[in-house]
């Protein structure tokens, strides 16, 4: 049975009203419960086993425009009334508002509620239990064992995070979401003498039970085996300006953070996007179209509903080089006037949400990769990102996991220790070339309102010239 049914609704008919009779031009409240768990293993034993359980409320109000757009919130895991007024007294008092004990003539109550859940109920008992996950893990490192040499360490980790959410709020919103996010990792650290290698890989899924039941242990392990082997003994890249081509997939998180980001309205309200004020102009090479969605089955950035409780959309960010649209939330159509995307994402109740990216990719081009390769003389093809970081306006840095010199239009020798420098204004306009093999990869973005489940991805692209940090 539901722990947040039709229960709620007097519940919290009573909580909206009483905020907007208070002053409040808007009342939302977020309600969650949550069952997640994690697991580890390393080399031929399981580590950690680790579960949690979530159940709370996060109140948020607003005053619009004759108050400045403000909005006060408060999270609490007291879901009882007398807890909810509570936290309503909290969130009302940072706008200096003060709850009279009236019923508000303008809200009129919810209407019945739009259900995303209802047809998900089996979900987590579906999803693997301890012993399955413990299996599955340690097959995974056996299988590292096999093929992989040098290894000093093997490691193997699974986490899922099963959801249930309900919104409601003074506009009418009244909606329901069950969601289930699985990921799995495996990793290895190789050493021989002073060479050494990390090489890691992650997959993740969202609305499935069964993926890890169907992951191919013995392939992914081959591979990070083939990465390990290779990048071991492999020499360190020459820092210098080069032109580049950064595989599909989990290359597109270069776009992702140093572009994604400055084209959310979290950034517009803070001053900090150069992207402001530019739609209809060109931010971005001809050759690029970039997409935010939040509807491909099975991605990890898909939602039925966001956590304001509206449908997610098909958002073109970028067409052809031009700037098309923002990403916006509600309180980013608010102080900013972006029409909301369906992209008001948080944590958790915890946390208030913000305007974020779900799936989000480079489009497909007419180019294959061996064309892009073909097309440079001296230059660099980054097949594996791995890790960075990126700053309030755009500057990064990646570094690049796996590398290989292109040398007259073909892959040469790999190299290490690669870093791609850089900033969005810049490179943007130099993505000249998009290949026709758009793939996209899992992972986790963190920002204002937390940590939240995405997709990152592009085909291979060619970047006609980038600063690469090496020795």
Not at 230 to 235: E, S, V
């Amino acid at each position: 049975m539901s722990f947040l049914d039709s229960f709620w609704q007097q519940r919290l008919e009573l909580l909206l009203s009483a905020g907007r009779a208070a002053g409040a031009d808007l009342v939302e409240v977020f309600l969650e419960r949550g069952d997640r768990l994690g697991v580890m293993a390393e080399q031929e034993r399981v580590t950690s086993v680790s579960p949690s359980f979530v159940s709370g409320a996060g109140v948020r109000v607003f005053r619009g425009k004759d108050h400045g757009y403000r909005d006060g919130f408060v999270s609490t895991n007291d879901l009882s009334e007398a807890g909810l007024l509570q936290a309503l007294d909290q969130a009302l008092g940072m706008l200096g508002l003060e709850r009279n004990g009236a019923a508000s003539a303008d809200f009129q109550g919810l209407p019945a509620l739009k259900d995303y859940g209802i047809s998900k109920q089996s979900w987590l008992d579906q999803s693997p239990g301890v012993s399955v996950i413990a299996e599955r893990l340690l097959e995974g490192t056996a299988r590292l064992e096999q093929h992989a040499q040098h290894l000093q360490a093997r490691r193997g980790s699974y986490s899922r995070d099963w959801q249930e959410v309900m919104v409601a709020a003074s506009d009418g919103t009244f909606a329901r979401d069950l969601r289930l996010h699985q990921t799995l990792g495996l990793s290895v650290l190789a050493a021989d003498g002073e060479h050494r290698a990390s090489v890691a890989r992650r997959f993740g899924s969202t609305d499935h039970p069964e993926d890890l039941l169907v992951w191919d242990a013995d392939g992914t392990a081959r591979d990070i085996a083939a990465s390990t082997g290779t990048m071991l003994y492999a020499d360190y890249v020459d820092a210098g300006t080069y032109p580049v081509v950064l595989a599909n997939k989990f290359g597109g998180v270069i776009f992702h953070e140093a572009c994604g980001h400055l084209l959310e309205t979290t950034q517009l309200e803070r001053g900090t996007s150069p992207f402001a004020g530019r739609i209809g102009e060109p931010i971005a090479h001809e050759a690029v179209t970039a997409i935010d969605e939040g509807l491909s089955n099975r991605h990890f950035g898909s939602i039925a509903m966001d956590d304001e409780g509206l449908e997610p959309q098909r958002t073109t960010l970028i067409e052809n080089g031009v700037l098309k649209a923002f990403l916006s939330d509600r309180a980013g159509e608010w102080r900013t006037g972006q029409p909301r995307t369906g992209s008001g994402r948080r944590q958790s109740y915890a946390f208030s949400a913000a305007s974020r990216m779900r799936n989000t990719f480079i489009a497909a081009g007419p180019h294959s990769p061996a064309e892009l390769i073909g097309s440079i003389d001296n230059g660099l093809y980054c097949k594996v990102m791995g890790g960075g970081s990126v700053g309030p306006t755009g500057q990064f840095n990646f570094s690049v996991e796996e590398g290989y010199l292109i040398e007259n239009g073909e892959l040469g020798k790999p190299v290490k220790g690669a870093t791609l420098i850089g900033d969005a204004e810049t490179v943007m306009p130099r993505i000249s070339m998009c290949a026709n093999d758009l793939d996209l990869a899992a992972g986790f973005c963190g920002s204002v309102s937390g940590s939240v489940y995405v997709t990152v991805g592009q085909p291979h692209v060619k970047v006609d010239s980038i600063t690469v940090g090496g020795r």
